[in-house]
């Protein structure tokens, strides 16, 4: 559950792990959440399906399906979503710990491709790469620098065709 100033929702996630191989898990989630950042307030139910692999010692790769409803407000306009969509990732960890990185790198590319259920014409690509450097500034480990950087875009659509939850905001929801 997340309660805060700006989202309050629920999720419930089951994972079952060794699904049809040893390093592969099945992955299903129901969310319900009513969020309001400073450029919209967004109703939604989110269900997805899909399967994530690990290929050890460093890279995760997933794939799934996954169906959006939103009830989207946006500079005075309601507007609903019914949103199919198809995202998948890789991912890589180079750092020392999983929990608590000193060093080290992590890497993910995530691609979804949108299709509108009941908006034949809505479709869109959104494409995001995501990177986080972490180094030791003691020999102990008790200080870290760590440096997160991002960057994505939309495809296939304009922005306002865009439901503004998919939307990319630099400084936050209200850029």
Do not use: C, M
């Not at 479709?123 to 972490?134: C, G, H, N, V």
């Amino acid at each position: 559950a997340r309660f805060a100033e700006q989202e309050l929702g629920a999720t419930a996630t089951f994972r079952r792990p060794y699904f049809f191989h040893r390093d592969q898990d099945l992955v299903a989630s129901l969310t319900l959440a009513d969020e309001d950042p400073p450029a919209y307030e967004n109703r939604y139910l989110r269900a997805h399906a899909g399967v994530e692999r690990r290929f050890p010692p460093r890279w995760t790769a997933g794939a799934g399906l996954q169906y959006e409803h939103e009830e989207v407000d946006a500079q005075g306009a309601t507007r609903r979503y019914h949103l199919l969509s198809t995202p998948v990732f890789l991912r890589y960890d180079g750092s020392d710990d999983l929990l608590n990185p000193t060093r080290g790198t992590r890497t993910t590319i995530a691609g979804t491709p949108y299709l509108g259920v009941q908006d034949s014409t809505l479709a869109f690509l959104k494409l995001r790469l995501d990177q986080t450097a972490y180094w030791r500034l003691d020999d102990h480990g008790r200080w870290v620098l760590a440096a997160n950087a991002a960057i994505g875009s939309l495809l296939g659509a304009t922005r306002g065709d865009v439901p503004a939850p998919q939307r990319f905001y630099a400084g936050g929801g209200g850029s």
